[in-house]
Every structure is written in C-alpha cells, then in structure tokens.
C-alpha cells in the first residue's frame, strides 16, 4: 500500500465517521463543529489530488464563512443547544435500508470497473493549475458562458431570498 | 366541385349549421329552439334524399364508392391522412335511417323535454353530425375522429336528461365505448403506419397483411364494434344506457348508434382482414347465437319495458351479426336489412313508450293492464310495432330475419361456419320463436285484462290517460309506413345496396378460395 | 473574445436576461403600479419570442460548444416564451386576488425562462447543469410566493429541498460522465463513450435520469408534485407544471439522444419501465383526489410518463426522429391545454382558498357556459378524445412508439387513458349532471386566456398539419 492509499483511507474513515456525527448528535453547536471536520477532510482530499486551489478554496469558503454563519445562526436564533426531539421517525429502518442497497448496488457495479488500475496522467512540467482555471473561468474557449449565467443565476437567488426573508409593514 | 358543395361534406356538416343558429336564439325561446332544431334535421333529411336519389349524382347500380369527397388533409412529417368521405351501398340505408330518424326524436322531444332545451338540440345536432360523419368516412384517422366523436354528445343526453341513475349509466355508456376503441386506436396507427395511408378503400386494395397480424388487427377493430353493437358478453351497458336515456336518446341509440358497430364490422373488418374473417367467421357467429338466445331469454325476465326491449336489442342484433358472418350475399343484405329494421322497429317502439311514459311516469308493465279500450290508436300503433318487432311476416322484421336465417343456413352448408354448421341457424330460428313469447307476453300485460292500478294512479292527480294526439302520431306515421312498406315490397331496398354487398361477398369468396 | 456568432446563437437568452435585470431595477425604484411590470414582462417576453422565431430555420454552434442553436431549441424555446406568456397573464389579476402583487414576481418568472431556454440550448453538462438551477431558484420563491399563507411557504420548502437533492443526483451523475469519458460536452461524450468501457458511463446516465426525473414529476420521483403543485399559489402552479416539464424533457432529450445513443440498450428498457409506471400510477391515483389542483398534479405526472415514452426508441436512429418530433407536439398540446385547465381553475378560485374542490365545479355550467364548455374541452384533450389537440397528440405518440416496435408499451399508455378518462370526467359530470352554485372571478386576460387554449385545443386538432410539420423539422444540430 503506498502512502497516498493510507492517507486516503485515513481522510475517507474521518470523513464518514463525522457526517455520521453530524446527522446523529443532539447538540446543534456540535453538529455545526462536526461539519468542520467533514468539510476539512475533504479539503485534505483535494490536496491530495493535486488540486491545492480547491482545497484552499474549500477551507476558506465552507469551514471559513459557511459553517461558521452556521454557528453563528445556531447561537443567534436558538436559546437552547440541544435539540429535544427524537433523532429517528419511523420509516429510519427503510431510508436505511435503501441507502445500504444503493450503496451496495453501486460497488457491486463499479467494482466491475477497469479504470481503478489506471495511473493517472502526469501534469506537463510547469502546468500551473490556478492559472489554468481562472483562463478557464473567463475564456470563450472555455467555460466564460457558465461563469456569467452564474452571476444571473446568483442575483435571481439574491432577489428571491430578499423577498422570503423581508418584514414588510404590517405583516407580523 | 367547391368544398362544401360536395354533397356528402354539406349532408354532413349541415346540422352543425344548426348547432351555430341555435347558439343565436335565447335559451327561453323553447319553441323557436325548436322548430329551429326540427327544420335543420329535416332539411338534412331532404338534403340526404337530394343526394341519393333526386340528384342523380349517386347510381345505385354501381357497387363502388361513390360521392367521393377526396382531399389531402395532414400530408407532413409520414403521415398521409386525408379528408376522404363517400358512400356506396353498404352505408346508404344507414345514412338515410340516421336523417329519418333524428327530425323523428326531435319531434317526440316536443313536450318530453321541458328542461334546457337549447343544450338539448344542440346536442342532438351534434350527435348526428357524428353518426352521419361515422358512416361516410373513408380515411382510418377521420374516422376514429367521428366514431369517438359521437360518444360525447350521447354522453350528455343520457348524463344531463336522463332517470335518476344517468350518471352512472352515462360513465359506464362511456368508459366501455371507449375502452373498446383506444384498441382499435393502436390497430389503427399500425395499419396507417405500415400501408402508408389510412383510406381504407386503399388498404383494402393493398392487402397483404400477414395472417397472424390480421387476427390481431381484427381483434383490435373488433373489440371497438364488439362493445357498441353489443355482442353479447359485452352488453352490460346497454340496458343500463336506455333505461336512463331520455326517450329521444333512446332512439337514436337503439336505431343508430348500436348501428356503428355492425357497421364497422361490414365496413372494415371483413374487406380488410378477410383472412382473419374466415377464421373468426364460427366464433362471432357463436357469440351471436348465443347473444340471440341469452337476450331473449333475458327479455322476457324483464318488467321494466325499456330494459325489455334493451334485452331485445341484443337479440336483435345477435341476428345482424350472424347475418354479417355468413359472409354470402343473403347474409350480409339480410344483416343490412335488418340493421334498419331494427331501428326502425326498436325506435319506434321507445318512442311509444316515452309517449306512455309522459303521461304515466312509470315503466313497469306490471302496472299496466286494459290499455286497449282506453287508447285504441296507442294499442294498434304499439301491436304493429311489436309485431314487427317479433318478426311477423308482411311486417319488416320478418324480411330481415328470414334472408339472415337463409344466409346462415348456405353458410352452414359451405363450411364458413366450420365445426358451426348449420347449428348456428337452426338454434337461431329459436330466437324468433322466443321473441314472440317474450313481445306478446308484454302487450298483454299492457292492453288486456282488467285495468291496471296505473290508470288509477293517474287519475289521482286529476287527469285522465288520453290517447295519442296528432303530433304524437305524425312522429310515429314515417315508421309505421316504413314497416309495411319494407315488409311487404323490400326489394327497392334490396336493390339499393345489392351490387355493393355482392361485391363485397365476391372478393370475398375469392379470397377463401385462395385459402383453401 | 467570444465571435459574433457566439451572441447570435444566444440572442434570445441574452436579451431575456437583460431584460430581466433591467425590469428588476425599474420595478425597483421607477415603477409605481405593479401591473405595469407585468406589461413589461410580458413585453419583454414577446420581442424574445420574434426574436426566437426570427431564428427559425437558423442552426449554429456557439460559444466552443456550450451551446446551440438549432430547430429543436427554437421549437422549444418558442414553447417556453409561449408559456411564459401565458404565465404572466394567468398572474396578472390572479397576484391582485390573492394580495401577493409584487414586482418581483414577473422578474423571477423572467428569470427563470431564461434558465429553461438556455437548458433547451445547452450542449454541455455543466450549462445543463446551471441552467437548470437558474430555472429552478426563481421557481423555489415563486412557490412560496404567497408568504403568509402556511400551504404556500411549504410548497417552497419541499420544492426547495427535494430539488436540491435531485440536483445531487445530476451532479453525481454528470461526475461520473465526465470520469468515464473525460469530458463534459455532449458530443464529446458521445465520441468517447462508443470506445470506453460504458460501466461509469451508464451509471452516470441513470444518475442524470434520476436528476431530471424529480424536475419532470416521474415515477418514483414525483412524491414532491401534489404537495407543491397544490401548495403554490394557482398561478405559478400553471406555469410550473408546463415551463419546468418542457425544459426537463428537452434538456434530457437533447443529452441522451446526442450523447448516450451507445447505451440505449440499457436505457431503453429503464425508460421503459419508468414510462409504463409512471402512467399507471399517475393515472390511478389521481381517481382518488378530491382536490383540483392535487388531480391536475397527478394528472401531470401522467402526462410525464406519456411523454417519456417518446424516449423510449432514442436509440434506434430510424424512428428517433419521429419520436422526438412525436414528443415536441405532445409538450405543445400539453403546454395548450394545461394552461387552459389552469385558468379555470384560477377562474373558480376564491382568496380564502375556497373553490378549489371538483364538487366546486357542480353546475358550473348552468352558470357560465363558455367556462363549463373550455374546461370540458380541456378534459377531454387530456384524456386524448377527439376533436381536441391532446388526441392528434397521442396519435403522434403511439405511432412513433409503435413504429419503434414497443407495442406492449402503447398497450399500457391506452389503457392509462382509458383509465384517466374516469377522473377527468368526474369533473364533466360535476360541471353538467349536477346542481351547485360558485363565484366566478371575470378577468380579461384570464378570460382571454382560457379562451384562446380552448379554441387553440379544437382548432389545432383539426389543422394540425403546420404543427406536425414544425415539430418534424425541428430536429437535433
């Protein structure tokens, strides 16, 4: 087994074991944190991907602004930590079930897959991967018509998000 | 020829003319709703004489389509639908019976329908552009239009005035026609695909359909016709549908509409899969047989007297199915024969029934009882139409039903009927003997014996049973006639679909002998 | 810098999208009356549509692939503008009724036909992909659009979530596209694809199927319709169950017939399937509702199915032509007729949320006829009875299904109609056979809406040779 393996492996077991947290554990503040954990192992996936742009962007956006705003909504709008309800309904056994099948489905599928074997191809020397995006993010060649649909797509969501959260006069 | 002017498309669409006048004139006006209504139906029925016999654009002699009305109508992306009318002598007697009839139904409404009576004779209009349209389309798509067509207006009549249970018998009048015809929908599409056009004078022509193919084909188209004529087992809408249909409804259902689907059997399913006919020839004809006796046998279980003659109607048609089957000339012109004979008979006797109906608001015979003396025309008139009705010869019935018989029999001999034999005709004549029992069961029940409590019964709300008025006579003087007249001179009528149907029976013996 | 071929190919779009962003800030700080930003919609949505049908004919590619513009997108973009039309004037007095008139609804709406032309347009997963979300967020709001009202805001939410997750599923699925063949445009995928192993590949495409399955309401993955097609205001619940079901079956037509033809073997019989259970169940659980809008839901589901089973022959190039040609009119006859259902029903509906049962509909003809007699002509063209343009519709239909040789399937799709026709005529009955009483809001564009649907419902039915013609031209660049 070579090192990138066990890291992989590592990072997968990490990030598993703290989603499984983050569905399971009654404390919200807890939860929040336990979705650091998630996010940060996948970072460290990326990094070992050779994607280093990515898993910077990863911590820096999900654990630096989105999970904390998490944190800071728990704290501002509940007055207690702990959520009382009841963790499972009844149908948990079924949703179970169905996730084990589609799972075991799809390594049953893949696992007949050649390409595990595969070495991946090597970066020209001197690609510099931040670069290569961000020509990508903005060249008609590439991907320039998406990147813009986004910011239509982002000020659409803005304006609908004003219009569910805004307290207009007279309303309660 | 102008596009309107072709005598088919303005005999056809013409009531739709009167459909938009009768949009114009106010729902309070009821008695110019319904002159209107009468003198456009009967216009159509000038028109229809106009066109068959004044015009001398039709020759009867001539056993083609003829008055073709041909133009291409969806001809874009493979498909090849045209408008395609004509008749020939399979469809005339048709034609004329549905513009006989609907100005007849329109005069019985006169005091019957009190209620919405502009929706009314719209709906009737209606209907009988699409019974007229059923009968002359030649193109597959155009008449799957019309067929289905039909079912929405009947829908109404029965659902909107129609007895207390109308919704249930107008849901279930709906759902089996339909059920029946989206089969014949798929069968439709794969002849049109595979032929490349949908004229069925084409395809007839073309041929050539793989003989396992044919039988589900006819199947198909079978079981749309199967259900509206109906076949016994596939009757049980039928005696829910009269029941609850007003009167007018109930004569166009029995004289035209059960029509359709032996219609469609003569017009299509025999020409167009006549190897699957041959095939099919011993099973219809047992369904038929047994329709035949079952529908006699239930009749006379019956004492409600529309459900009697709904039972009836089975049995009746049981005979134009055999008839059809036989697949020799006497069989397919008696069945044809007797197709209007039955609707004339069948009309007429709902129509006298709604005429008792109106003054006496129930349809149980039991409660009837020494009629006779109290209203002499109204017996005479109800014996001659039962009378015709049981197949008494010098009366239309028995015309029909003999040449049906004699068709059975020779096809019995020259093996159409297989394993069937003559079997098929000889249980059938029973048929005609159970229908004297169950009809004259009925008419003595009514106008012999004592008085019934329902002359009683009337007379508590202040007024006694009265005769038949003028109008009421004059709506059931054209039939009357008609039963004579077919009874005793039929072969002005033989000799109008004659070359026709022998035509059909000819390509159609060449085409067994080609099989065996 | 992008050519001008790269802007003539988007034109629609982009002019759309400005129009959307100028309509925001004019509505913003100009605009007084807010019907005027419904002209102005409804404006904007028309020169689109000249310009859109200017383009007929046109073919091009643009933007390095990421787009095209061919007879397939004009067709349906044509479609969307239409029904983005139509959407506006079914809001226009409808918003006032319910109190919810604000400008932002046109522009969402706007917005939100931008992301399904742009979707009819995309040659890429990954403008699928955003055009998709761009289609979908306004359509979240727009569902919870009536805030005060509890049904509205949970309409939103489960639309929200439940789409959310079934873009997961795409995104997982176009990841494992492009792991398999490398590439994210659709013909490039579909030139890798007939060299690789096609494991990934088919998973990927079934990932993708799920994906839009939720958009398009198919079975099993329409649990989310009735709730939200009930819950949103009327409205958007029109322009929701066409807009949205035309750009998800466009966009998946475009992707599977350009780019997963080597796996239609397996997709097939999955299509199959899916079309066969989504018209049975659709069809027999809508006999059950007593709701309008939840039947007409479920009645939408149905008619997903039907439309589903044009993909089912994608893969055999003799008769895909006419199934997608077969689909393209169906989509038409349905954006027709649903509209025309959904104005009645915004026609019989009160602000308390009163008049929304089918036993609402009791007499309604005895009141108004032409409502009674649109709304029947409607029914009748769901269930596919002539004269009405839903029959010419699955005429087209089962011929390219029988012509493909999947008789079994038209089997199943008549007898599905034959069993729909039960529930639609229950509302028949009601209007007809039986005595009730109901307000009924008049309103001129409402009014001018059902009205046009009804006469376009028969009219087309008898002349539908233009529309077949047009749909059969408007094939795949």
């Known amino acids: 087994m070579t090192a990138a393996q066990i890291i992989f492996l590592i990072t997968a077991a990490v990030i598993l074991g703290s989603a499984f947290m983050v569905v399971t554990t009654k404390n919200l503040v807890h939860a929040a944190l336990w979705l650091i954990v998630t996010l940060f192992g996948a970072a460290v996936l990326f990094a070992t991907l050779n994607a280093g742009f990515i898993a910077v962007v990863q911590v820096v956006i999900y654990i630096g602004a989105i999970a904390i705003l998490f944190i800071f909504a728990v704290m501002l709008t509940r007055r207690s930590m702990t959520d009382t309800g009841p963790g499972l309904n009844r149908g948990w056994w079924l949703s179970a079930a169905i996730a084990l099948l589609t799972f075991g489905g799809l390594v049953w599928l893949v696992s007949g897959w050649g390409g595990f074997t595969k070495a991946a191809p090597a970066y020209p020397s001197g690609f510099d991967a931040v670069a290569a995006l961000a020509h990508a993010l903005v060249s008609p060649e590439a991907f320039v018509l998406p990147f813009e649909v986004a910011s239509v797509l982002l000020l659409a969501a803005l304006v609908g998000a004003v219009y569910i959260a805004f307290q207009r006069k007279g309303e309660e | 020829m102008n596009f309107f002017t072709e005598p088919l498309t303005l005999l056809t669409f013409f009531p739709l003319l009167g459909v938009l006048l009768l949009l114009f004139i106010p729902g309070g006006q009821k008695n110019a709703l319904r002159w209107t209504a009468l003198a456009v139906s009967l216009i159509t029925f000038v028109i229809s004489l106009w066109v068959f016999f004044l015009s001398g654009l039709y020759d009867a002699s001539n056993p083609d389509l003829q008055l073709v009305a041909r133009h291409p109508w969806i001809q874009v992306a493979g498909w090849n639908i045209e408008y395609h009318l004509a008749a020939d002598g399979l469809s005339i007697l048709l034609i004329l019976l549905t513009t006989l009839l609907t100005p007849i139904s329109i005069l019985s409404t006169w005091t019957a329908v009190e209620e919405r009576v502009k929706e009314f004779m719209v709906f009737f209009l209606l209907l009988e552009t699409g019974m007229l349209g059923v009968f002359v389309a030649q193109d597959l798509f155009l008449f799957y239009i019309f067929w289905e067509f039909t079912l929405v207006p009947m829908y109404f009549l029965i659902g909107i005035w129609g007895g207390p249970r109308r919704i249930y018998a107008a849901l279930k009048f709906f759902l089996y026609t339909m059920a029946g015809s989206i089969l014949m929908l798929l069968a439709i599409l794969w002849l049109g695909i595979q032929g490349g056009t949908f004229s069925v004078p084409q395809l007839i022509e073309q041929g050539g359909i793989p003989a396992n193919i044919q039988w589900w084909l006819f199947i198909a188209f079978a079981a749309a016709f199967a259900i509206k004529v109906p076949m016994w087992p596939l009757h049980s809408w039928l005696p829910d549908a009269h029941v609850e249909a007003p009167t007018a409804g109930s004569v166009i259902l029995a004289g035209v509409l059960l029509k359709l689907g032996t219609y469609g059997f003569v017009r299509f399913n025999i020409p167009l899969f006549p190897e699957a006919t041959l095939k099919a020839a011993p099973w219809i004809a047992l369904l038929a047989t047994i329709g035949i006796i079952y529908g006699a046998a239930v009749s006379y279980a019956q004492t409600d007297i529309k459900k009697l003659v709904a039972y009836s109607s089975v049995s009746h048609l049981g005979f134009v199915m055999l008839g059809l089957f036989a697949l020799n000339p006497e069989g397919l012109a008696g069945a044809i024969l007797q197709m209007i004979n039955h609707g004339i008979s069948t009309g007429a006797l709902f129509l006298l029934v709604g005429m008792i109906y109106e003054q006496t608001h129930t349809r149980e015979f039991k409660v009837y009882g020494g009629l006779w003396k109290l209203m002499p025309v109204f017996g005479t008139l109800y014996l001659i139409v039962s009378l015709s009705s049981m197949g008494l010869p010098g009366l239309n019935g028995f015309v029909g039903e003999f040449t049906i018989l004699l068709g059975a029999w020779g096809a019995g001999q020259s093996g159409v009927f297989y394993w069937g034999g003559v079997w098929f005709a000889a249980i059938s004549a029973l048929g005609v003997i159970m229908a004297a029992i169950y009809i004259l069961y009925m008419f003595q029940k009514m106008f012999m014996g004592p008085q019934g409590e329902v002359v009683d019964e009337v007379k508590k709300h202040g007024h006694s049973l009265r005769d038949l008025n003028w109008r009421e006579i004059a709506v059931i003087a054209p039939l009357i006639l008609l039963i004579f007249w077919i009874g005793l001179y039929p072969a002005p009528f033989f000799d109008l679909m004659a070359p026709s149907v022998n035509k059909l029976a000819e390509t159609f013996s060449a085409a067994a002998l080609a099989l065996r | ?477």
């Open chain 3, 1 to 477: 810098m992008p050519q001008p071929q790269d802007y003539q190919t988007l034109l629609p779009v982009i002019v759309l999208a400005v129009w959307a962003c100028a309509l925001l800030l004019l509505d913003s700080f100009l605009i007084q009356r807010k019907g005027l930003t419904a002209c102005l919609a409804a404006a904007g949505l028309a020169i689109t549509l000249g310009l859109t049908l200017s383009q007929i004919g046109r073919s091009s590619s643009g933007f390095s692939g990421m787009v095209v513009l061919d007879g397939f997108s004009t067709f349906i973009n044509a479609l969307q503008l239409v029904s983005g039309l139509l959407g506006v004037a079914l809001a226009y007095a409808y918003v006032k009724r319910m109190g919810i008139e604000r400008g932002e609804y046109y522009t969402l709406l706007l917005f939100s036909v931008v992301g399904m032309m742009l979707m009819a347009q995309a040659t890429d997963l990954i403008v699928v992909f955003i055009a998709l979300e761009m289609l979908s967020i306004p359509l979240y709001v727009l569902a919870a659009f009536n805030r005060t009202q509890a049904a509205s805001e949970e309409a939103g939410l489960k639309y929200f979530l439940l789409g959310a997750f079934s873009t997961g599923f795409l995104v997982y699925g176009i990841t494992l596209v492009y792991g398999a063949t490398a590439s994210t445009n659709l013909s490039a995928i579909f030139a890798a694809a007939s060299s690789t192993s096609n494991l990934l590949l088919t998973i990927g495409a079934a990932l993708i199927l799920v994906g839009f399955g939720f958009k398009v309401a198919v079975v099993p993955f329409h649990m989310w319709t009735p709730d939200v097609y009930q819950g949103a205001p009327t409205a958007v619940t029109g322009f929701m169950s066409s807009g949205a079901k035309i750009a998800g079956f466009a966009a998946l037509l475009r992707v599977f017939a350009t780019a997963f033809p080597a796996i239609a073997a397996d997709m097939t019989d999955i299509l199959w399937a899916l079309a066969a259970v989504t018209m049975i169940l659709g069809n027999l659980v809508a006999i059950s509702q007593t709701d309008i809008k939840r039947m007409l839901a479920y009645s939408s589901i149905a008619h997903a199915g039907y439309i589903l089973m044009a993909f089912v022959p994608y893969g055999n190039p003799a008769v895909a032509p006419v199934s997608i040609a077969a689909g393209l009119f169906y989509l038409a006859a349905y954006v027709i007729t649903n509209f025309g259902a959904w104005g009645v029903v915004i026609a019989l509906e009160q602000p308390d949320g009163k008049g929304l049962q089918i036993s609402d509909y009791s007499g309604l003809f005895w009141r108004k006829r032409g409502l009674a007699v649109a709304m029947t002509v409607f029914m009748l063209s769901l269930i596919g009875f002539p004269p009405t343009i839903g029959m010419v519709g699955k005429f087209y239909l089962f011929r390219a299904i029988i012509d493909g040789g999947f008789t079994g399937l038209a089997i199943i799709g008549v007898i599905a109609s034959l069993v729909s026709a039960f529930y639609y005529l229950r509302v028949v009955v009601n209007m007809f056979m039986r005595e009730g009483e109901q307000k009924i809001e008049r309103e001129f564009w409402l009014d001018l809406t059902w009205g046009a649907a009804a006469f376009l419902t028969v009219a087309i039915s008898l002349a539908p040779g233009w529309l077949f013609y047009l749909a059969s031209a408007a094939g795949l660049r």
